[in-house]
Each structure stands twice: as C-alpha cells, then as structure tokens.
C-alpha cells in the first residue's frame, strides 16, 4: 500500500475524507430542508472559505463576495428542498454563488480590478500562510485572468475536479485543463521571479 492507498478499496485517505464530507453537506442540506438552522450554522462554517473565495474570484471586491456570501446561504435555505443529491452539494452550492456573483456583476456592471485589499484579508484566513508569502501569491493572482483564477480557487480552495469545474463555468473539460495549467505555469513563473 503506498500514498494512502487502501488495499480492500484502492481508494486513496483523501478520496475517503472528500466522500465522507460530501456525504456531511448532503446531510447539512437534507435537515435545512427541514428547517433546521443548526444546519445552516454548520453548513456555513464548513463551506464559507470555499464560498467567500470563489466569489470574491468572480466580483473582486471585497464588500460584494461578502454580500454573495450572505445571500448565497439565504437561498441555500430557501432552496434546500428543491436539492437532489448527486454526490455533489459542493458544486450546487457554488453553482448558486456564481449565478449570484453574475448577476450582481450584471446589476453594477462592474469590470474593476480586484484591489490588493481584498485579496490578503482572503488570504489571511489562513495563518499558514506568512506575509511575505501572501504578498507574492496576491501579486501571482493578479497576474491571472478571470477564468484561470476561477478555476484555481475552485480546485485549490474547494477541491472541485476539472469535470467539475467545467460543468460549474459550463466550459469544456479541455479548455478548464488548458486553463488550469496555464495558470499554474504564470503562477510558477511569478513565484520564482519573487524569490
């Protein structure tokens, strides 16, 4: 057994622990469906990073990714009975902060920058993460376009795979690999420039 392999299975820790967490927000979902707040609570601590930071990838701003988020959650409530579970509540869940994060652009029409603000308090959730280290990945993230720092928040940040994220940005498989590696080689560039 070698990387977390297990023999009876063949399937890795990680695709245990991802399966068992999807299997945690179907359930999150099935008991908001009931009207269950804790629910919510619950569903909101586990996915609010993933949330946040996908939006935040979509608007750029700081105070909109904040007002997707909240209303994100309102109709995750609203919605929960309309959820059929596919094994998928991740890609449901983004799927809603998308369309909210689109409209929200189409509304303001908005096509600023993402300033440097918004992108280190993202990053300063996580505390692993040293200044200096979070001022070179703010300064690779810009170096991205929309769609390549989409796709590297939704695999990086939320673990979503590529068929995912195509079906997610209705994009082809093809185009989000080619997208994904060409983001890592930008990122990879920018970060040896910065050492």
Known sequence: ???????????????????????????????IA??????????????????????LSIVKNAHDAEDVLQECYVKIWNAAESYVSQGKPMAWIL???????????????????LPDDDWHEHLADYPSVSTDDRLVLEAAMERLGD??????????????????????????????????NRAKKKLRKTLMEGE
């Open 95 to 113: 799927t809603i902060a998308r369309n909210i994060s689109t409209s929200l652009l189409r509304e303001r029409s908005k096509s600023s920058e």
């Open 147 to 180: 769609d390549e720092r989409q796709i590297v928040m939704l695999h990086a940040v939320t673990g979503l795979k590529h068929i995912e994220i195509a079906g997610l940005m209705s994009l082809p498989l093809s185009t989000v690999l080619s997208k994904y």
């Open 34 to 55: 009931m009207g269950d707040k804790n629910a919510l609570a619950e569903l909101f601590e586990v996915t609010k990073a993933s949330v946040y930071g996908f939006a």
């Open 1 to 31: 057994m070698t990387g977390g392999e297990d023999s009876l299975f063949g399937t890795t820790s990680t695709e245990r622990n991802t399966a068992l967490s999807q299997l945690a927000l179907d359930d999150c979902l099935e008991r």
